[in-house]
């Protein structure tokens, strides 16, 4: 299954930036407008409209138009992992998983990840994919990395930005 993968040092705690990433309110703050972003319905696990926190079991309802181009495309994320889901790991890392269970993809698992580094933290989004259209989705793979580079690369410039004094 192909993947894209995009590292970026942060200037801020690990504390910090896990806590932007783990809300809704990170997601939109992210997300390039070009992406046309759209989120109608955040749900906690026990069915909480609009949770303070994205928690193992949080469902996102969202669509996209990129570049305002071709129909809407809908979307629905599911948190599938969260560690911690309380106290910090020991070897000062964090990540939560998230999951398409109905969207454009076949497959679509994006790892965001973080380790502490001092006062400062690595950002790791891995992504495993698949594209749609069966054999000839799968050899257009690889290319799909060109159009996760950009937005990658503006959502983690964005993270930055955020947290430099």
């Not at 809704?24 to 069915?47: F, H, K, S, Y």
């Amino acid at each position: 299954m192909p993947t894209y993968r995009r590292t970026t040092r942060v200037p801020a705690p690990l504390d910090e930036v896990w806590a932007f990433h783990s809300t809704i309110d990170g997601l939109r703050e992210l997300t390039p407008a070009w992406m046309n972003l759209q989120i109608p319905e955040v749900r906690g696990p026990d069915g909480a409209v609009d949770p303070e926190t994205l928690v193992e079991g949080s469902r996102i309802e969202m669509s996209m138009r990129p570049f305002g181009v071709g129909p809407r495309q809908r979307w629905t994320s599911v948190i599938t992992e969260r560690v911690p889901d309380g106290e910090r790991q020991p070897d000062g890392r964090a990540q939560f998983v998230d999951e398409m269970s109905g969207g454009p993809f076949r497959t679509w698992e994006h790892t965001h990840a973080f380790y502490a580094d001092g006062e400062e933290t690595l950002l790791v989004d891995t992504v495993a994919y698949r594209l749609p259209l069966g054999p000839l989705g799968d050899a257009a793979g690889p290319f799909a990395k060109v159009g996760f580079e950009g937005m990658f690369r503006d959502r983690h410039r964005r993270t930055v930005d955020r947290f430099e004094s």
